[in-house]
């Protein structure tokens, strides 16, 4: 069956650029999460939406980052302003109950 | 803080031989763990779950063991394949409201022939 879906799978922007990366989970999964990957690193919790509420926003770095769900189905992390730190790769999973689903996440480059 | 950490960075191995991937976890209130794998260019896939009141699990060829008195978590491939090379994270879902996970920096595991 589908799983997770990301776009872009890859995106290059110029610092001070906006971005926007979408994550389309597994359908009828209530919960999804964002991760941020750095090279050769685990990935670190972002943010956690139960259907469209975002219920922790905790690792979310800054206030140039922001992410939405409005109707409890796909999402949007959109970050603004980038700067050359943001740059890593992006990782949505969704779930049902306690396992989670990953997508191939989207790289970001901020040159 | 609290985190999952890592024993071994890089783990290499004979196809065919069995691998052990070690992981030290400091909180002890978590109750649920998980191992992925991870290959280039790919999201973290699902290998295997354990809760805290388990100290043992079984899958297809893979075992996780839970040591909850020290804290220590790993994962054993039975008869590795060069299709296993990839890197290894454990996980750990902290609950209280928030089914986020911490990952630790992984083990890449190299398989020869």
């Known amino acids: 069956g589908a799983g997770v879906s990301q776009s872009p799978r890859y995106k290059v922007a110029k610092r001070g650029q906006d971005v926007a990366l979408r994550c389309d989970p597994i359908s009828g999964h209530v919960s999804l999460f964002w991760y941020q990957q750095a090279l050769g690193q685990g990935p670190e919790f972002l943010t956690y939406?139960?259907?469209?509420?975002?219920?922790?926003k905790s690792g979310l770095p800054s206030d140039r980052f922001f992410a939405e769900r409005p109707e409890g189905s796909v999402s949007t992390l959109k970050i603004q302003r980038t700067q050359q730190e943001d740059s890593a790769v992006y990782l949505c999973a969704s779930s049902l109950a306690d396992e989670q689903y990953f997508g191939p996440g989207t790289r970001l480059t901020v040159t | 803080g609290e985190s999952v950490g890592l024993h071994l960075p890089t783990l290499s191995v004979q196809e065919g031989d069995n691998s052990i991937i070690n992981c030290a976890y400091s909180n002890s209130a978590s109750d649920y763990f998980i191992w992925y794998k991870q290959e280039s260019g790919k999201g973290p896939q699902f290998i295997i779950d354990i809760r805290s009141n388990m100290d043992k699990r079984q899958g297809q060829r893979v075992t996780v063991l839970l040591n909850k008195t020290v804290k220590h978590l790993s994962l054993q491939i039975a008869a590795t394949q060069p299709g296993d090379s990839a890197v290894y994270f454990c996980?750990?879902?902290?609950?209280?409201?928030?089914?986020?996970?911490?990952f630790g920096t992984g083990t890449r595991l190299q398989v020869f022939p």
């Open positions: 996980a750990e879902n902290m609950g209280a409201g928030t089914d986020k996970l911490i």
């Open positions: 939406f139960q259907n469209e509420a975002q219920l922790d």
